[in-house]
């Protein structure tokens, strides 16, 4: 017998769709709280910027059938009329909050470090150095003192290196 109700089969089918054709995904929930908590504002701001930037095509969102919306043939009064989008593409969410964060993303590591682990493979393809910057870019684990950039808290090579190891270790 499935464990699982209806409602959660229906939302892990489509999850798992979305997976397949955009990669990571967010509920709407869950890349509102991260917006909120990224750019240090009320939850209610932060949906309303992520609605902007569905219905502006900076985010892409998917439907209910579980496939990419199309924002070319999606008009405002077709996404006004229809509940929050069921799910948005991770990646999309934070490209955009590692614009405009102050603060590092810390949140962001593990799913950035698996990402990149799965086209480099350091020390063999790139060195531990380069890794490590690239990982410190994408989730703004720089901190600018005295004109030189040094590794925020949570971001040195060392830190990294561990949760490298982790994640190869599952």
């Given amino acids: 017998m499935n464990s699982k109700s209806s409602l959660s089969a229906i ?23 991260e917006i909120a908590q990224a750019l240090k504002i009320k939850y209610e701001a932060a949906a309303m910027t992520l609605y902007g930037l569905c219905a502006t095509g900076n985010v892409r969102w998917l439907n209910e059938q579980g496939t990419v919306a199309e924002e070319d043939k999606c008009t405002i009064a ?8 069921a799910f948005v ?6 490209h955009w909050l590692t614009q405009w964060s102050p603060d ?12 990149m682990l799965a ?3 350091p020390p063999r393809t790139i060195s531990w150095k380069e890794f490590c910057d690239r990982v410190r870019y994408e989730c703004n684990g720089w901190i600018k003192t005295g004109g030189e950039l040094k590794p925020r808290p949570g971001f040195s090579q060392k830190q990294i290196q561990r949760i490298v190891k982790d994640l190869r270790a599952k």
């Avoid at 979305?18 to 709407?28: D, E, I, L, M």
């Avoid at 593409?89 to 934070?94: F, S």
């Avoid at 590092?104 to 990402?115: A, E, G």
């Fill in 89 to 94: 593409v991770a990646d999309d969410v934070r």
């Fill in 119 to 121: 086209e480099d493979n």
């Fill in 78 to 85: 077709e996404f006004y009329g229809q509940k929050t989008p």
């Fill in 11 to 33: 939302m892990s089918n489509l999850r798992s769709k979305a997976k397949a054709n955009v990669g990571s995904v967010f509920t709407f929930d869950q890349a509102t709280s």
């Fill in 104 to 115: 590092p993303l810390p949140d962001q590591r593990w799913d950035v470090i698996r990402k």
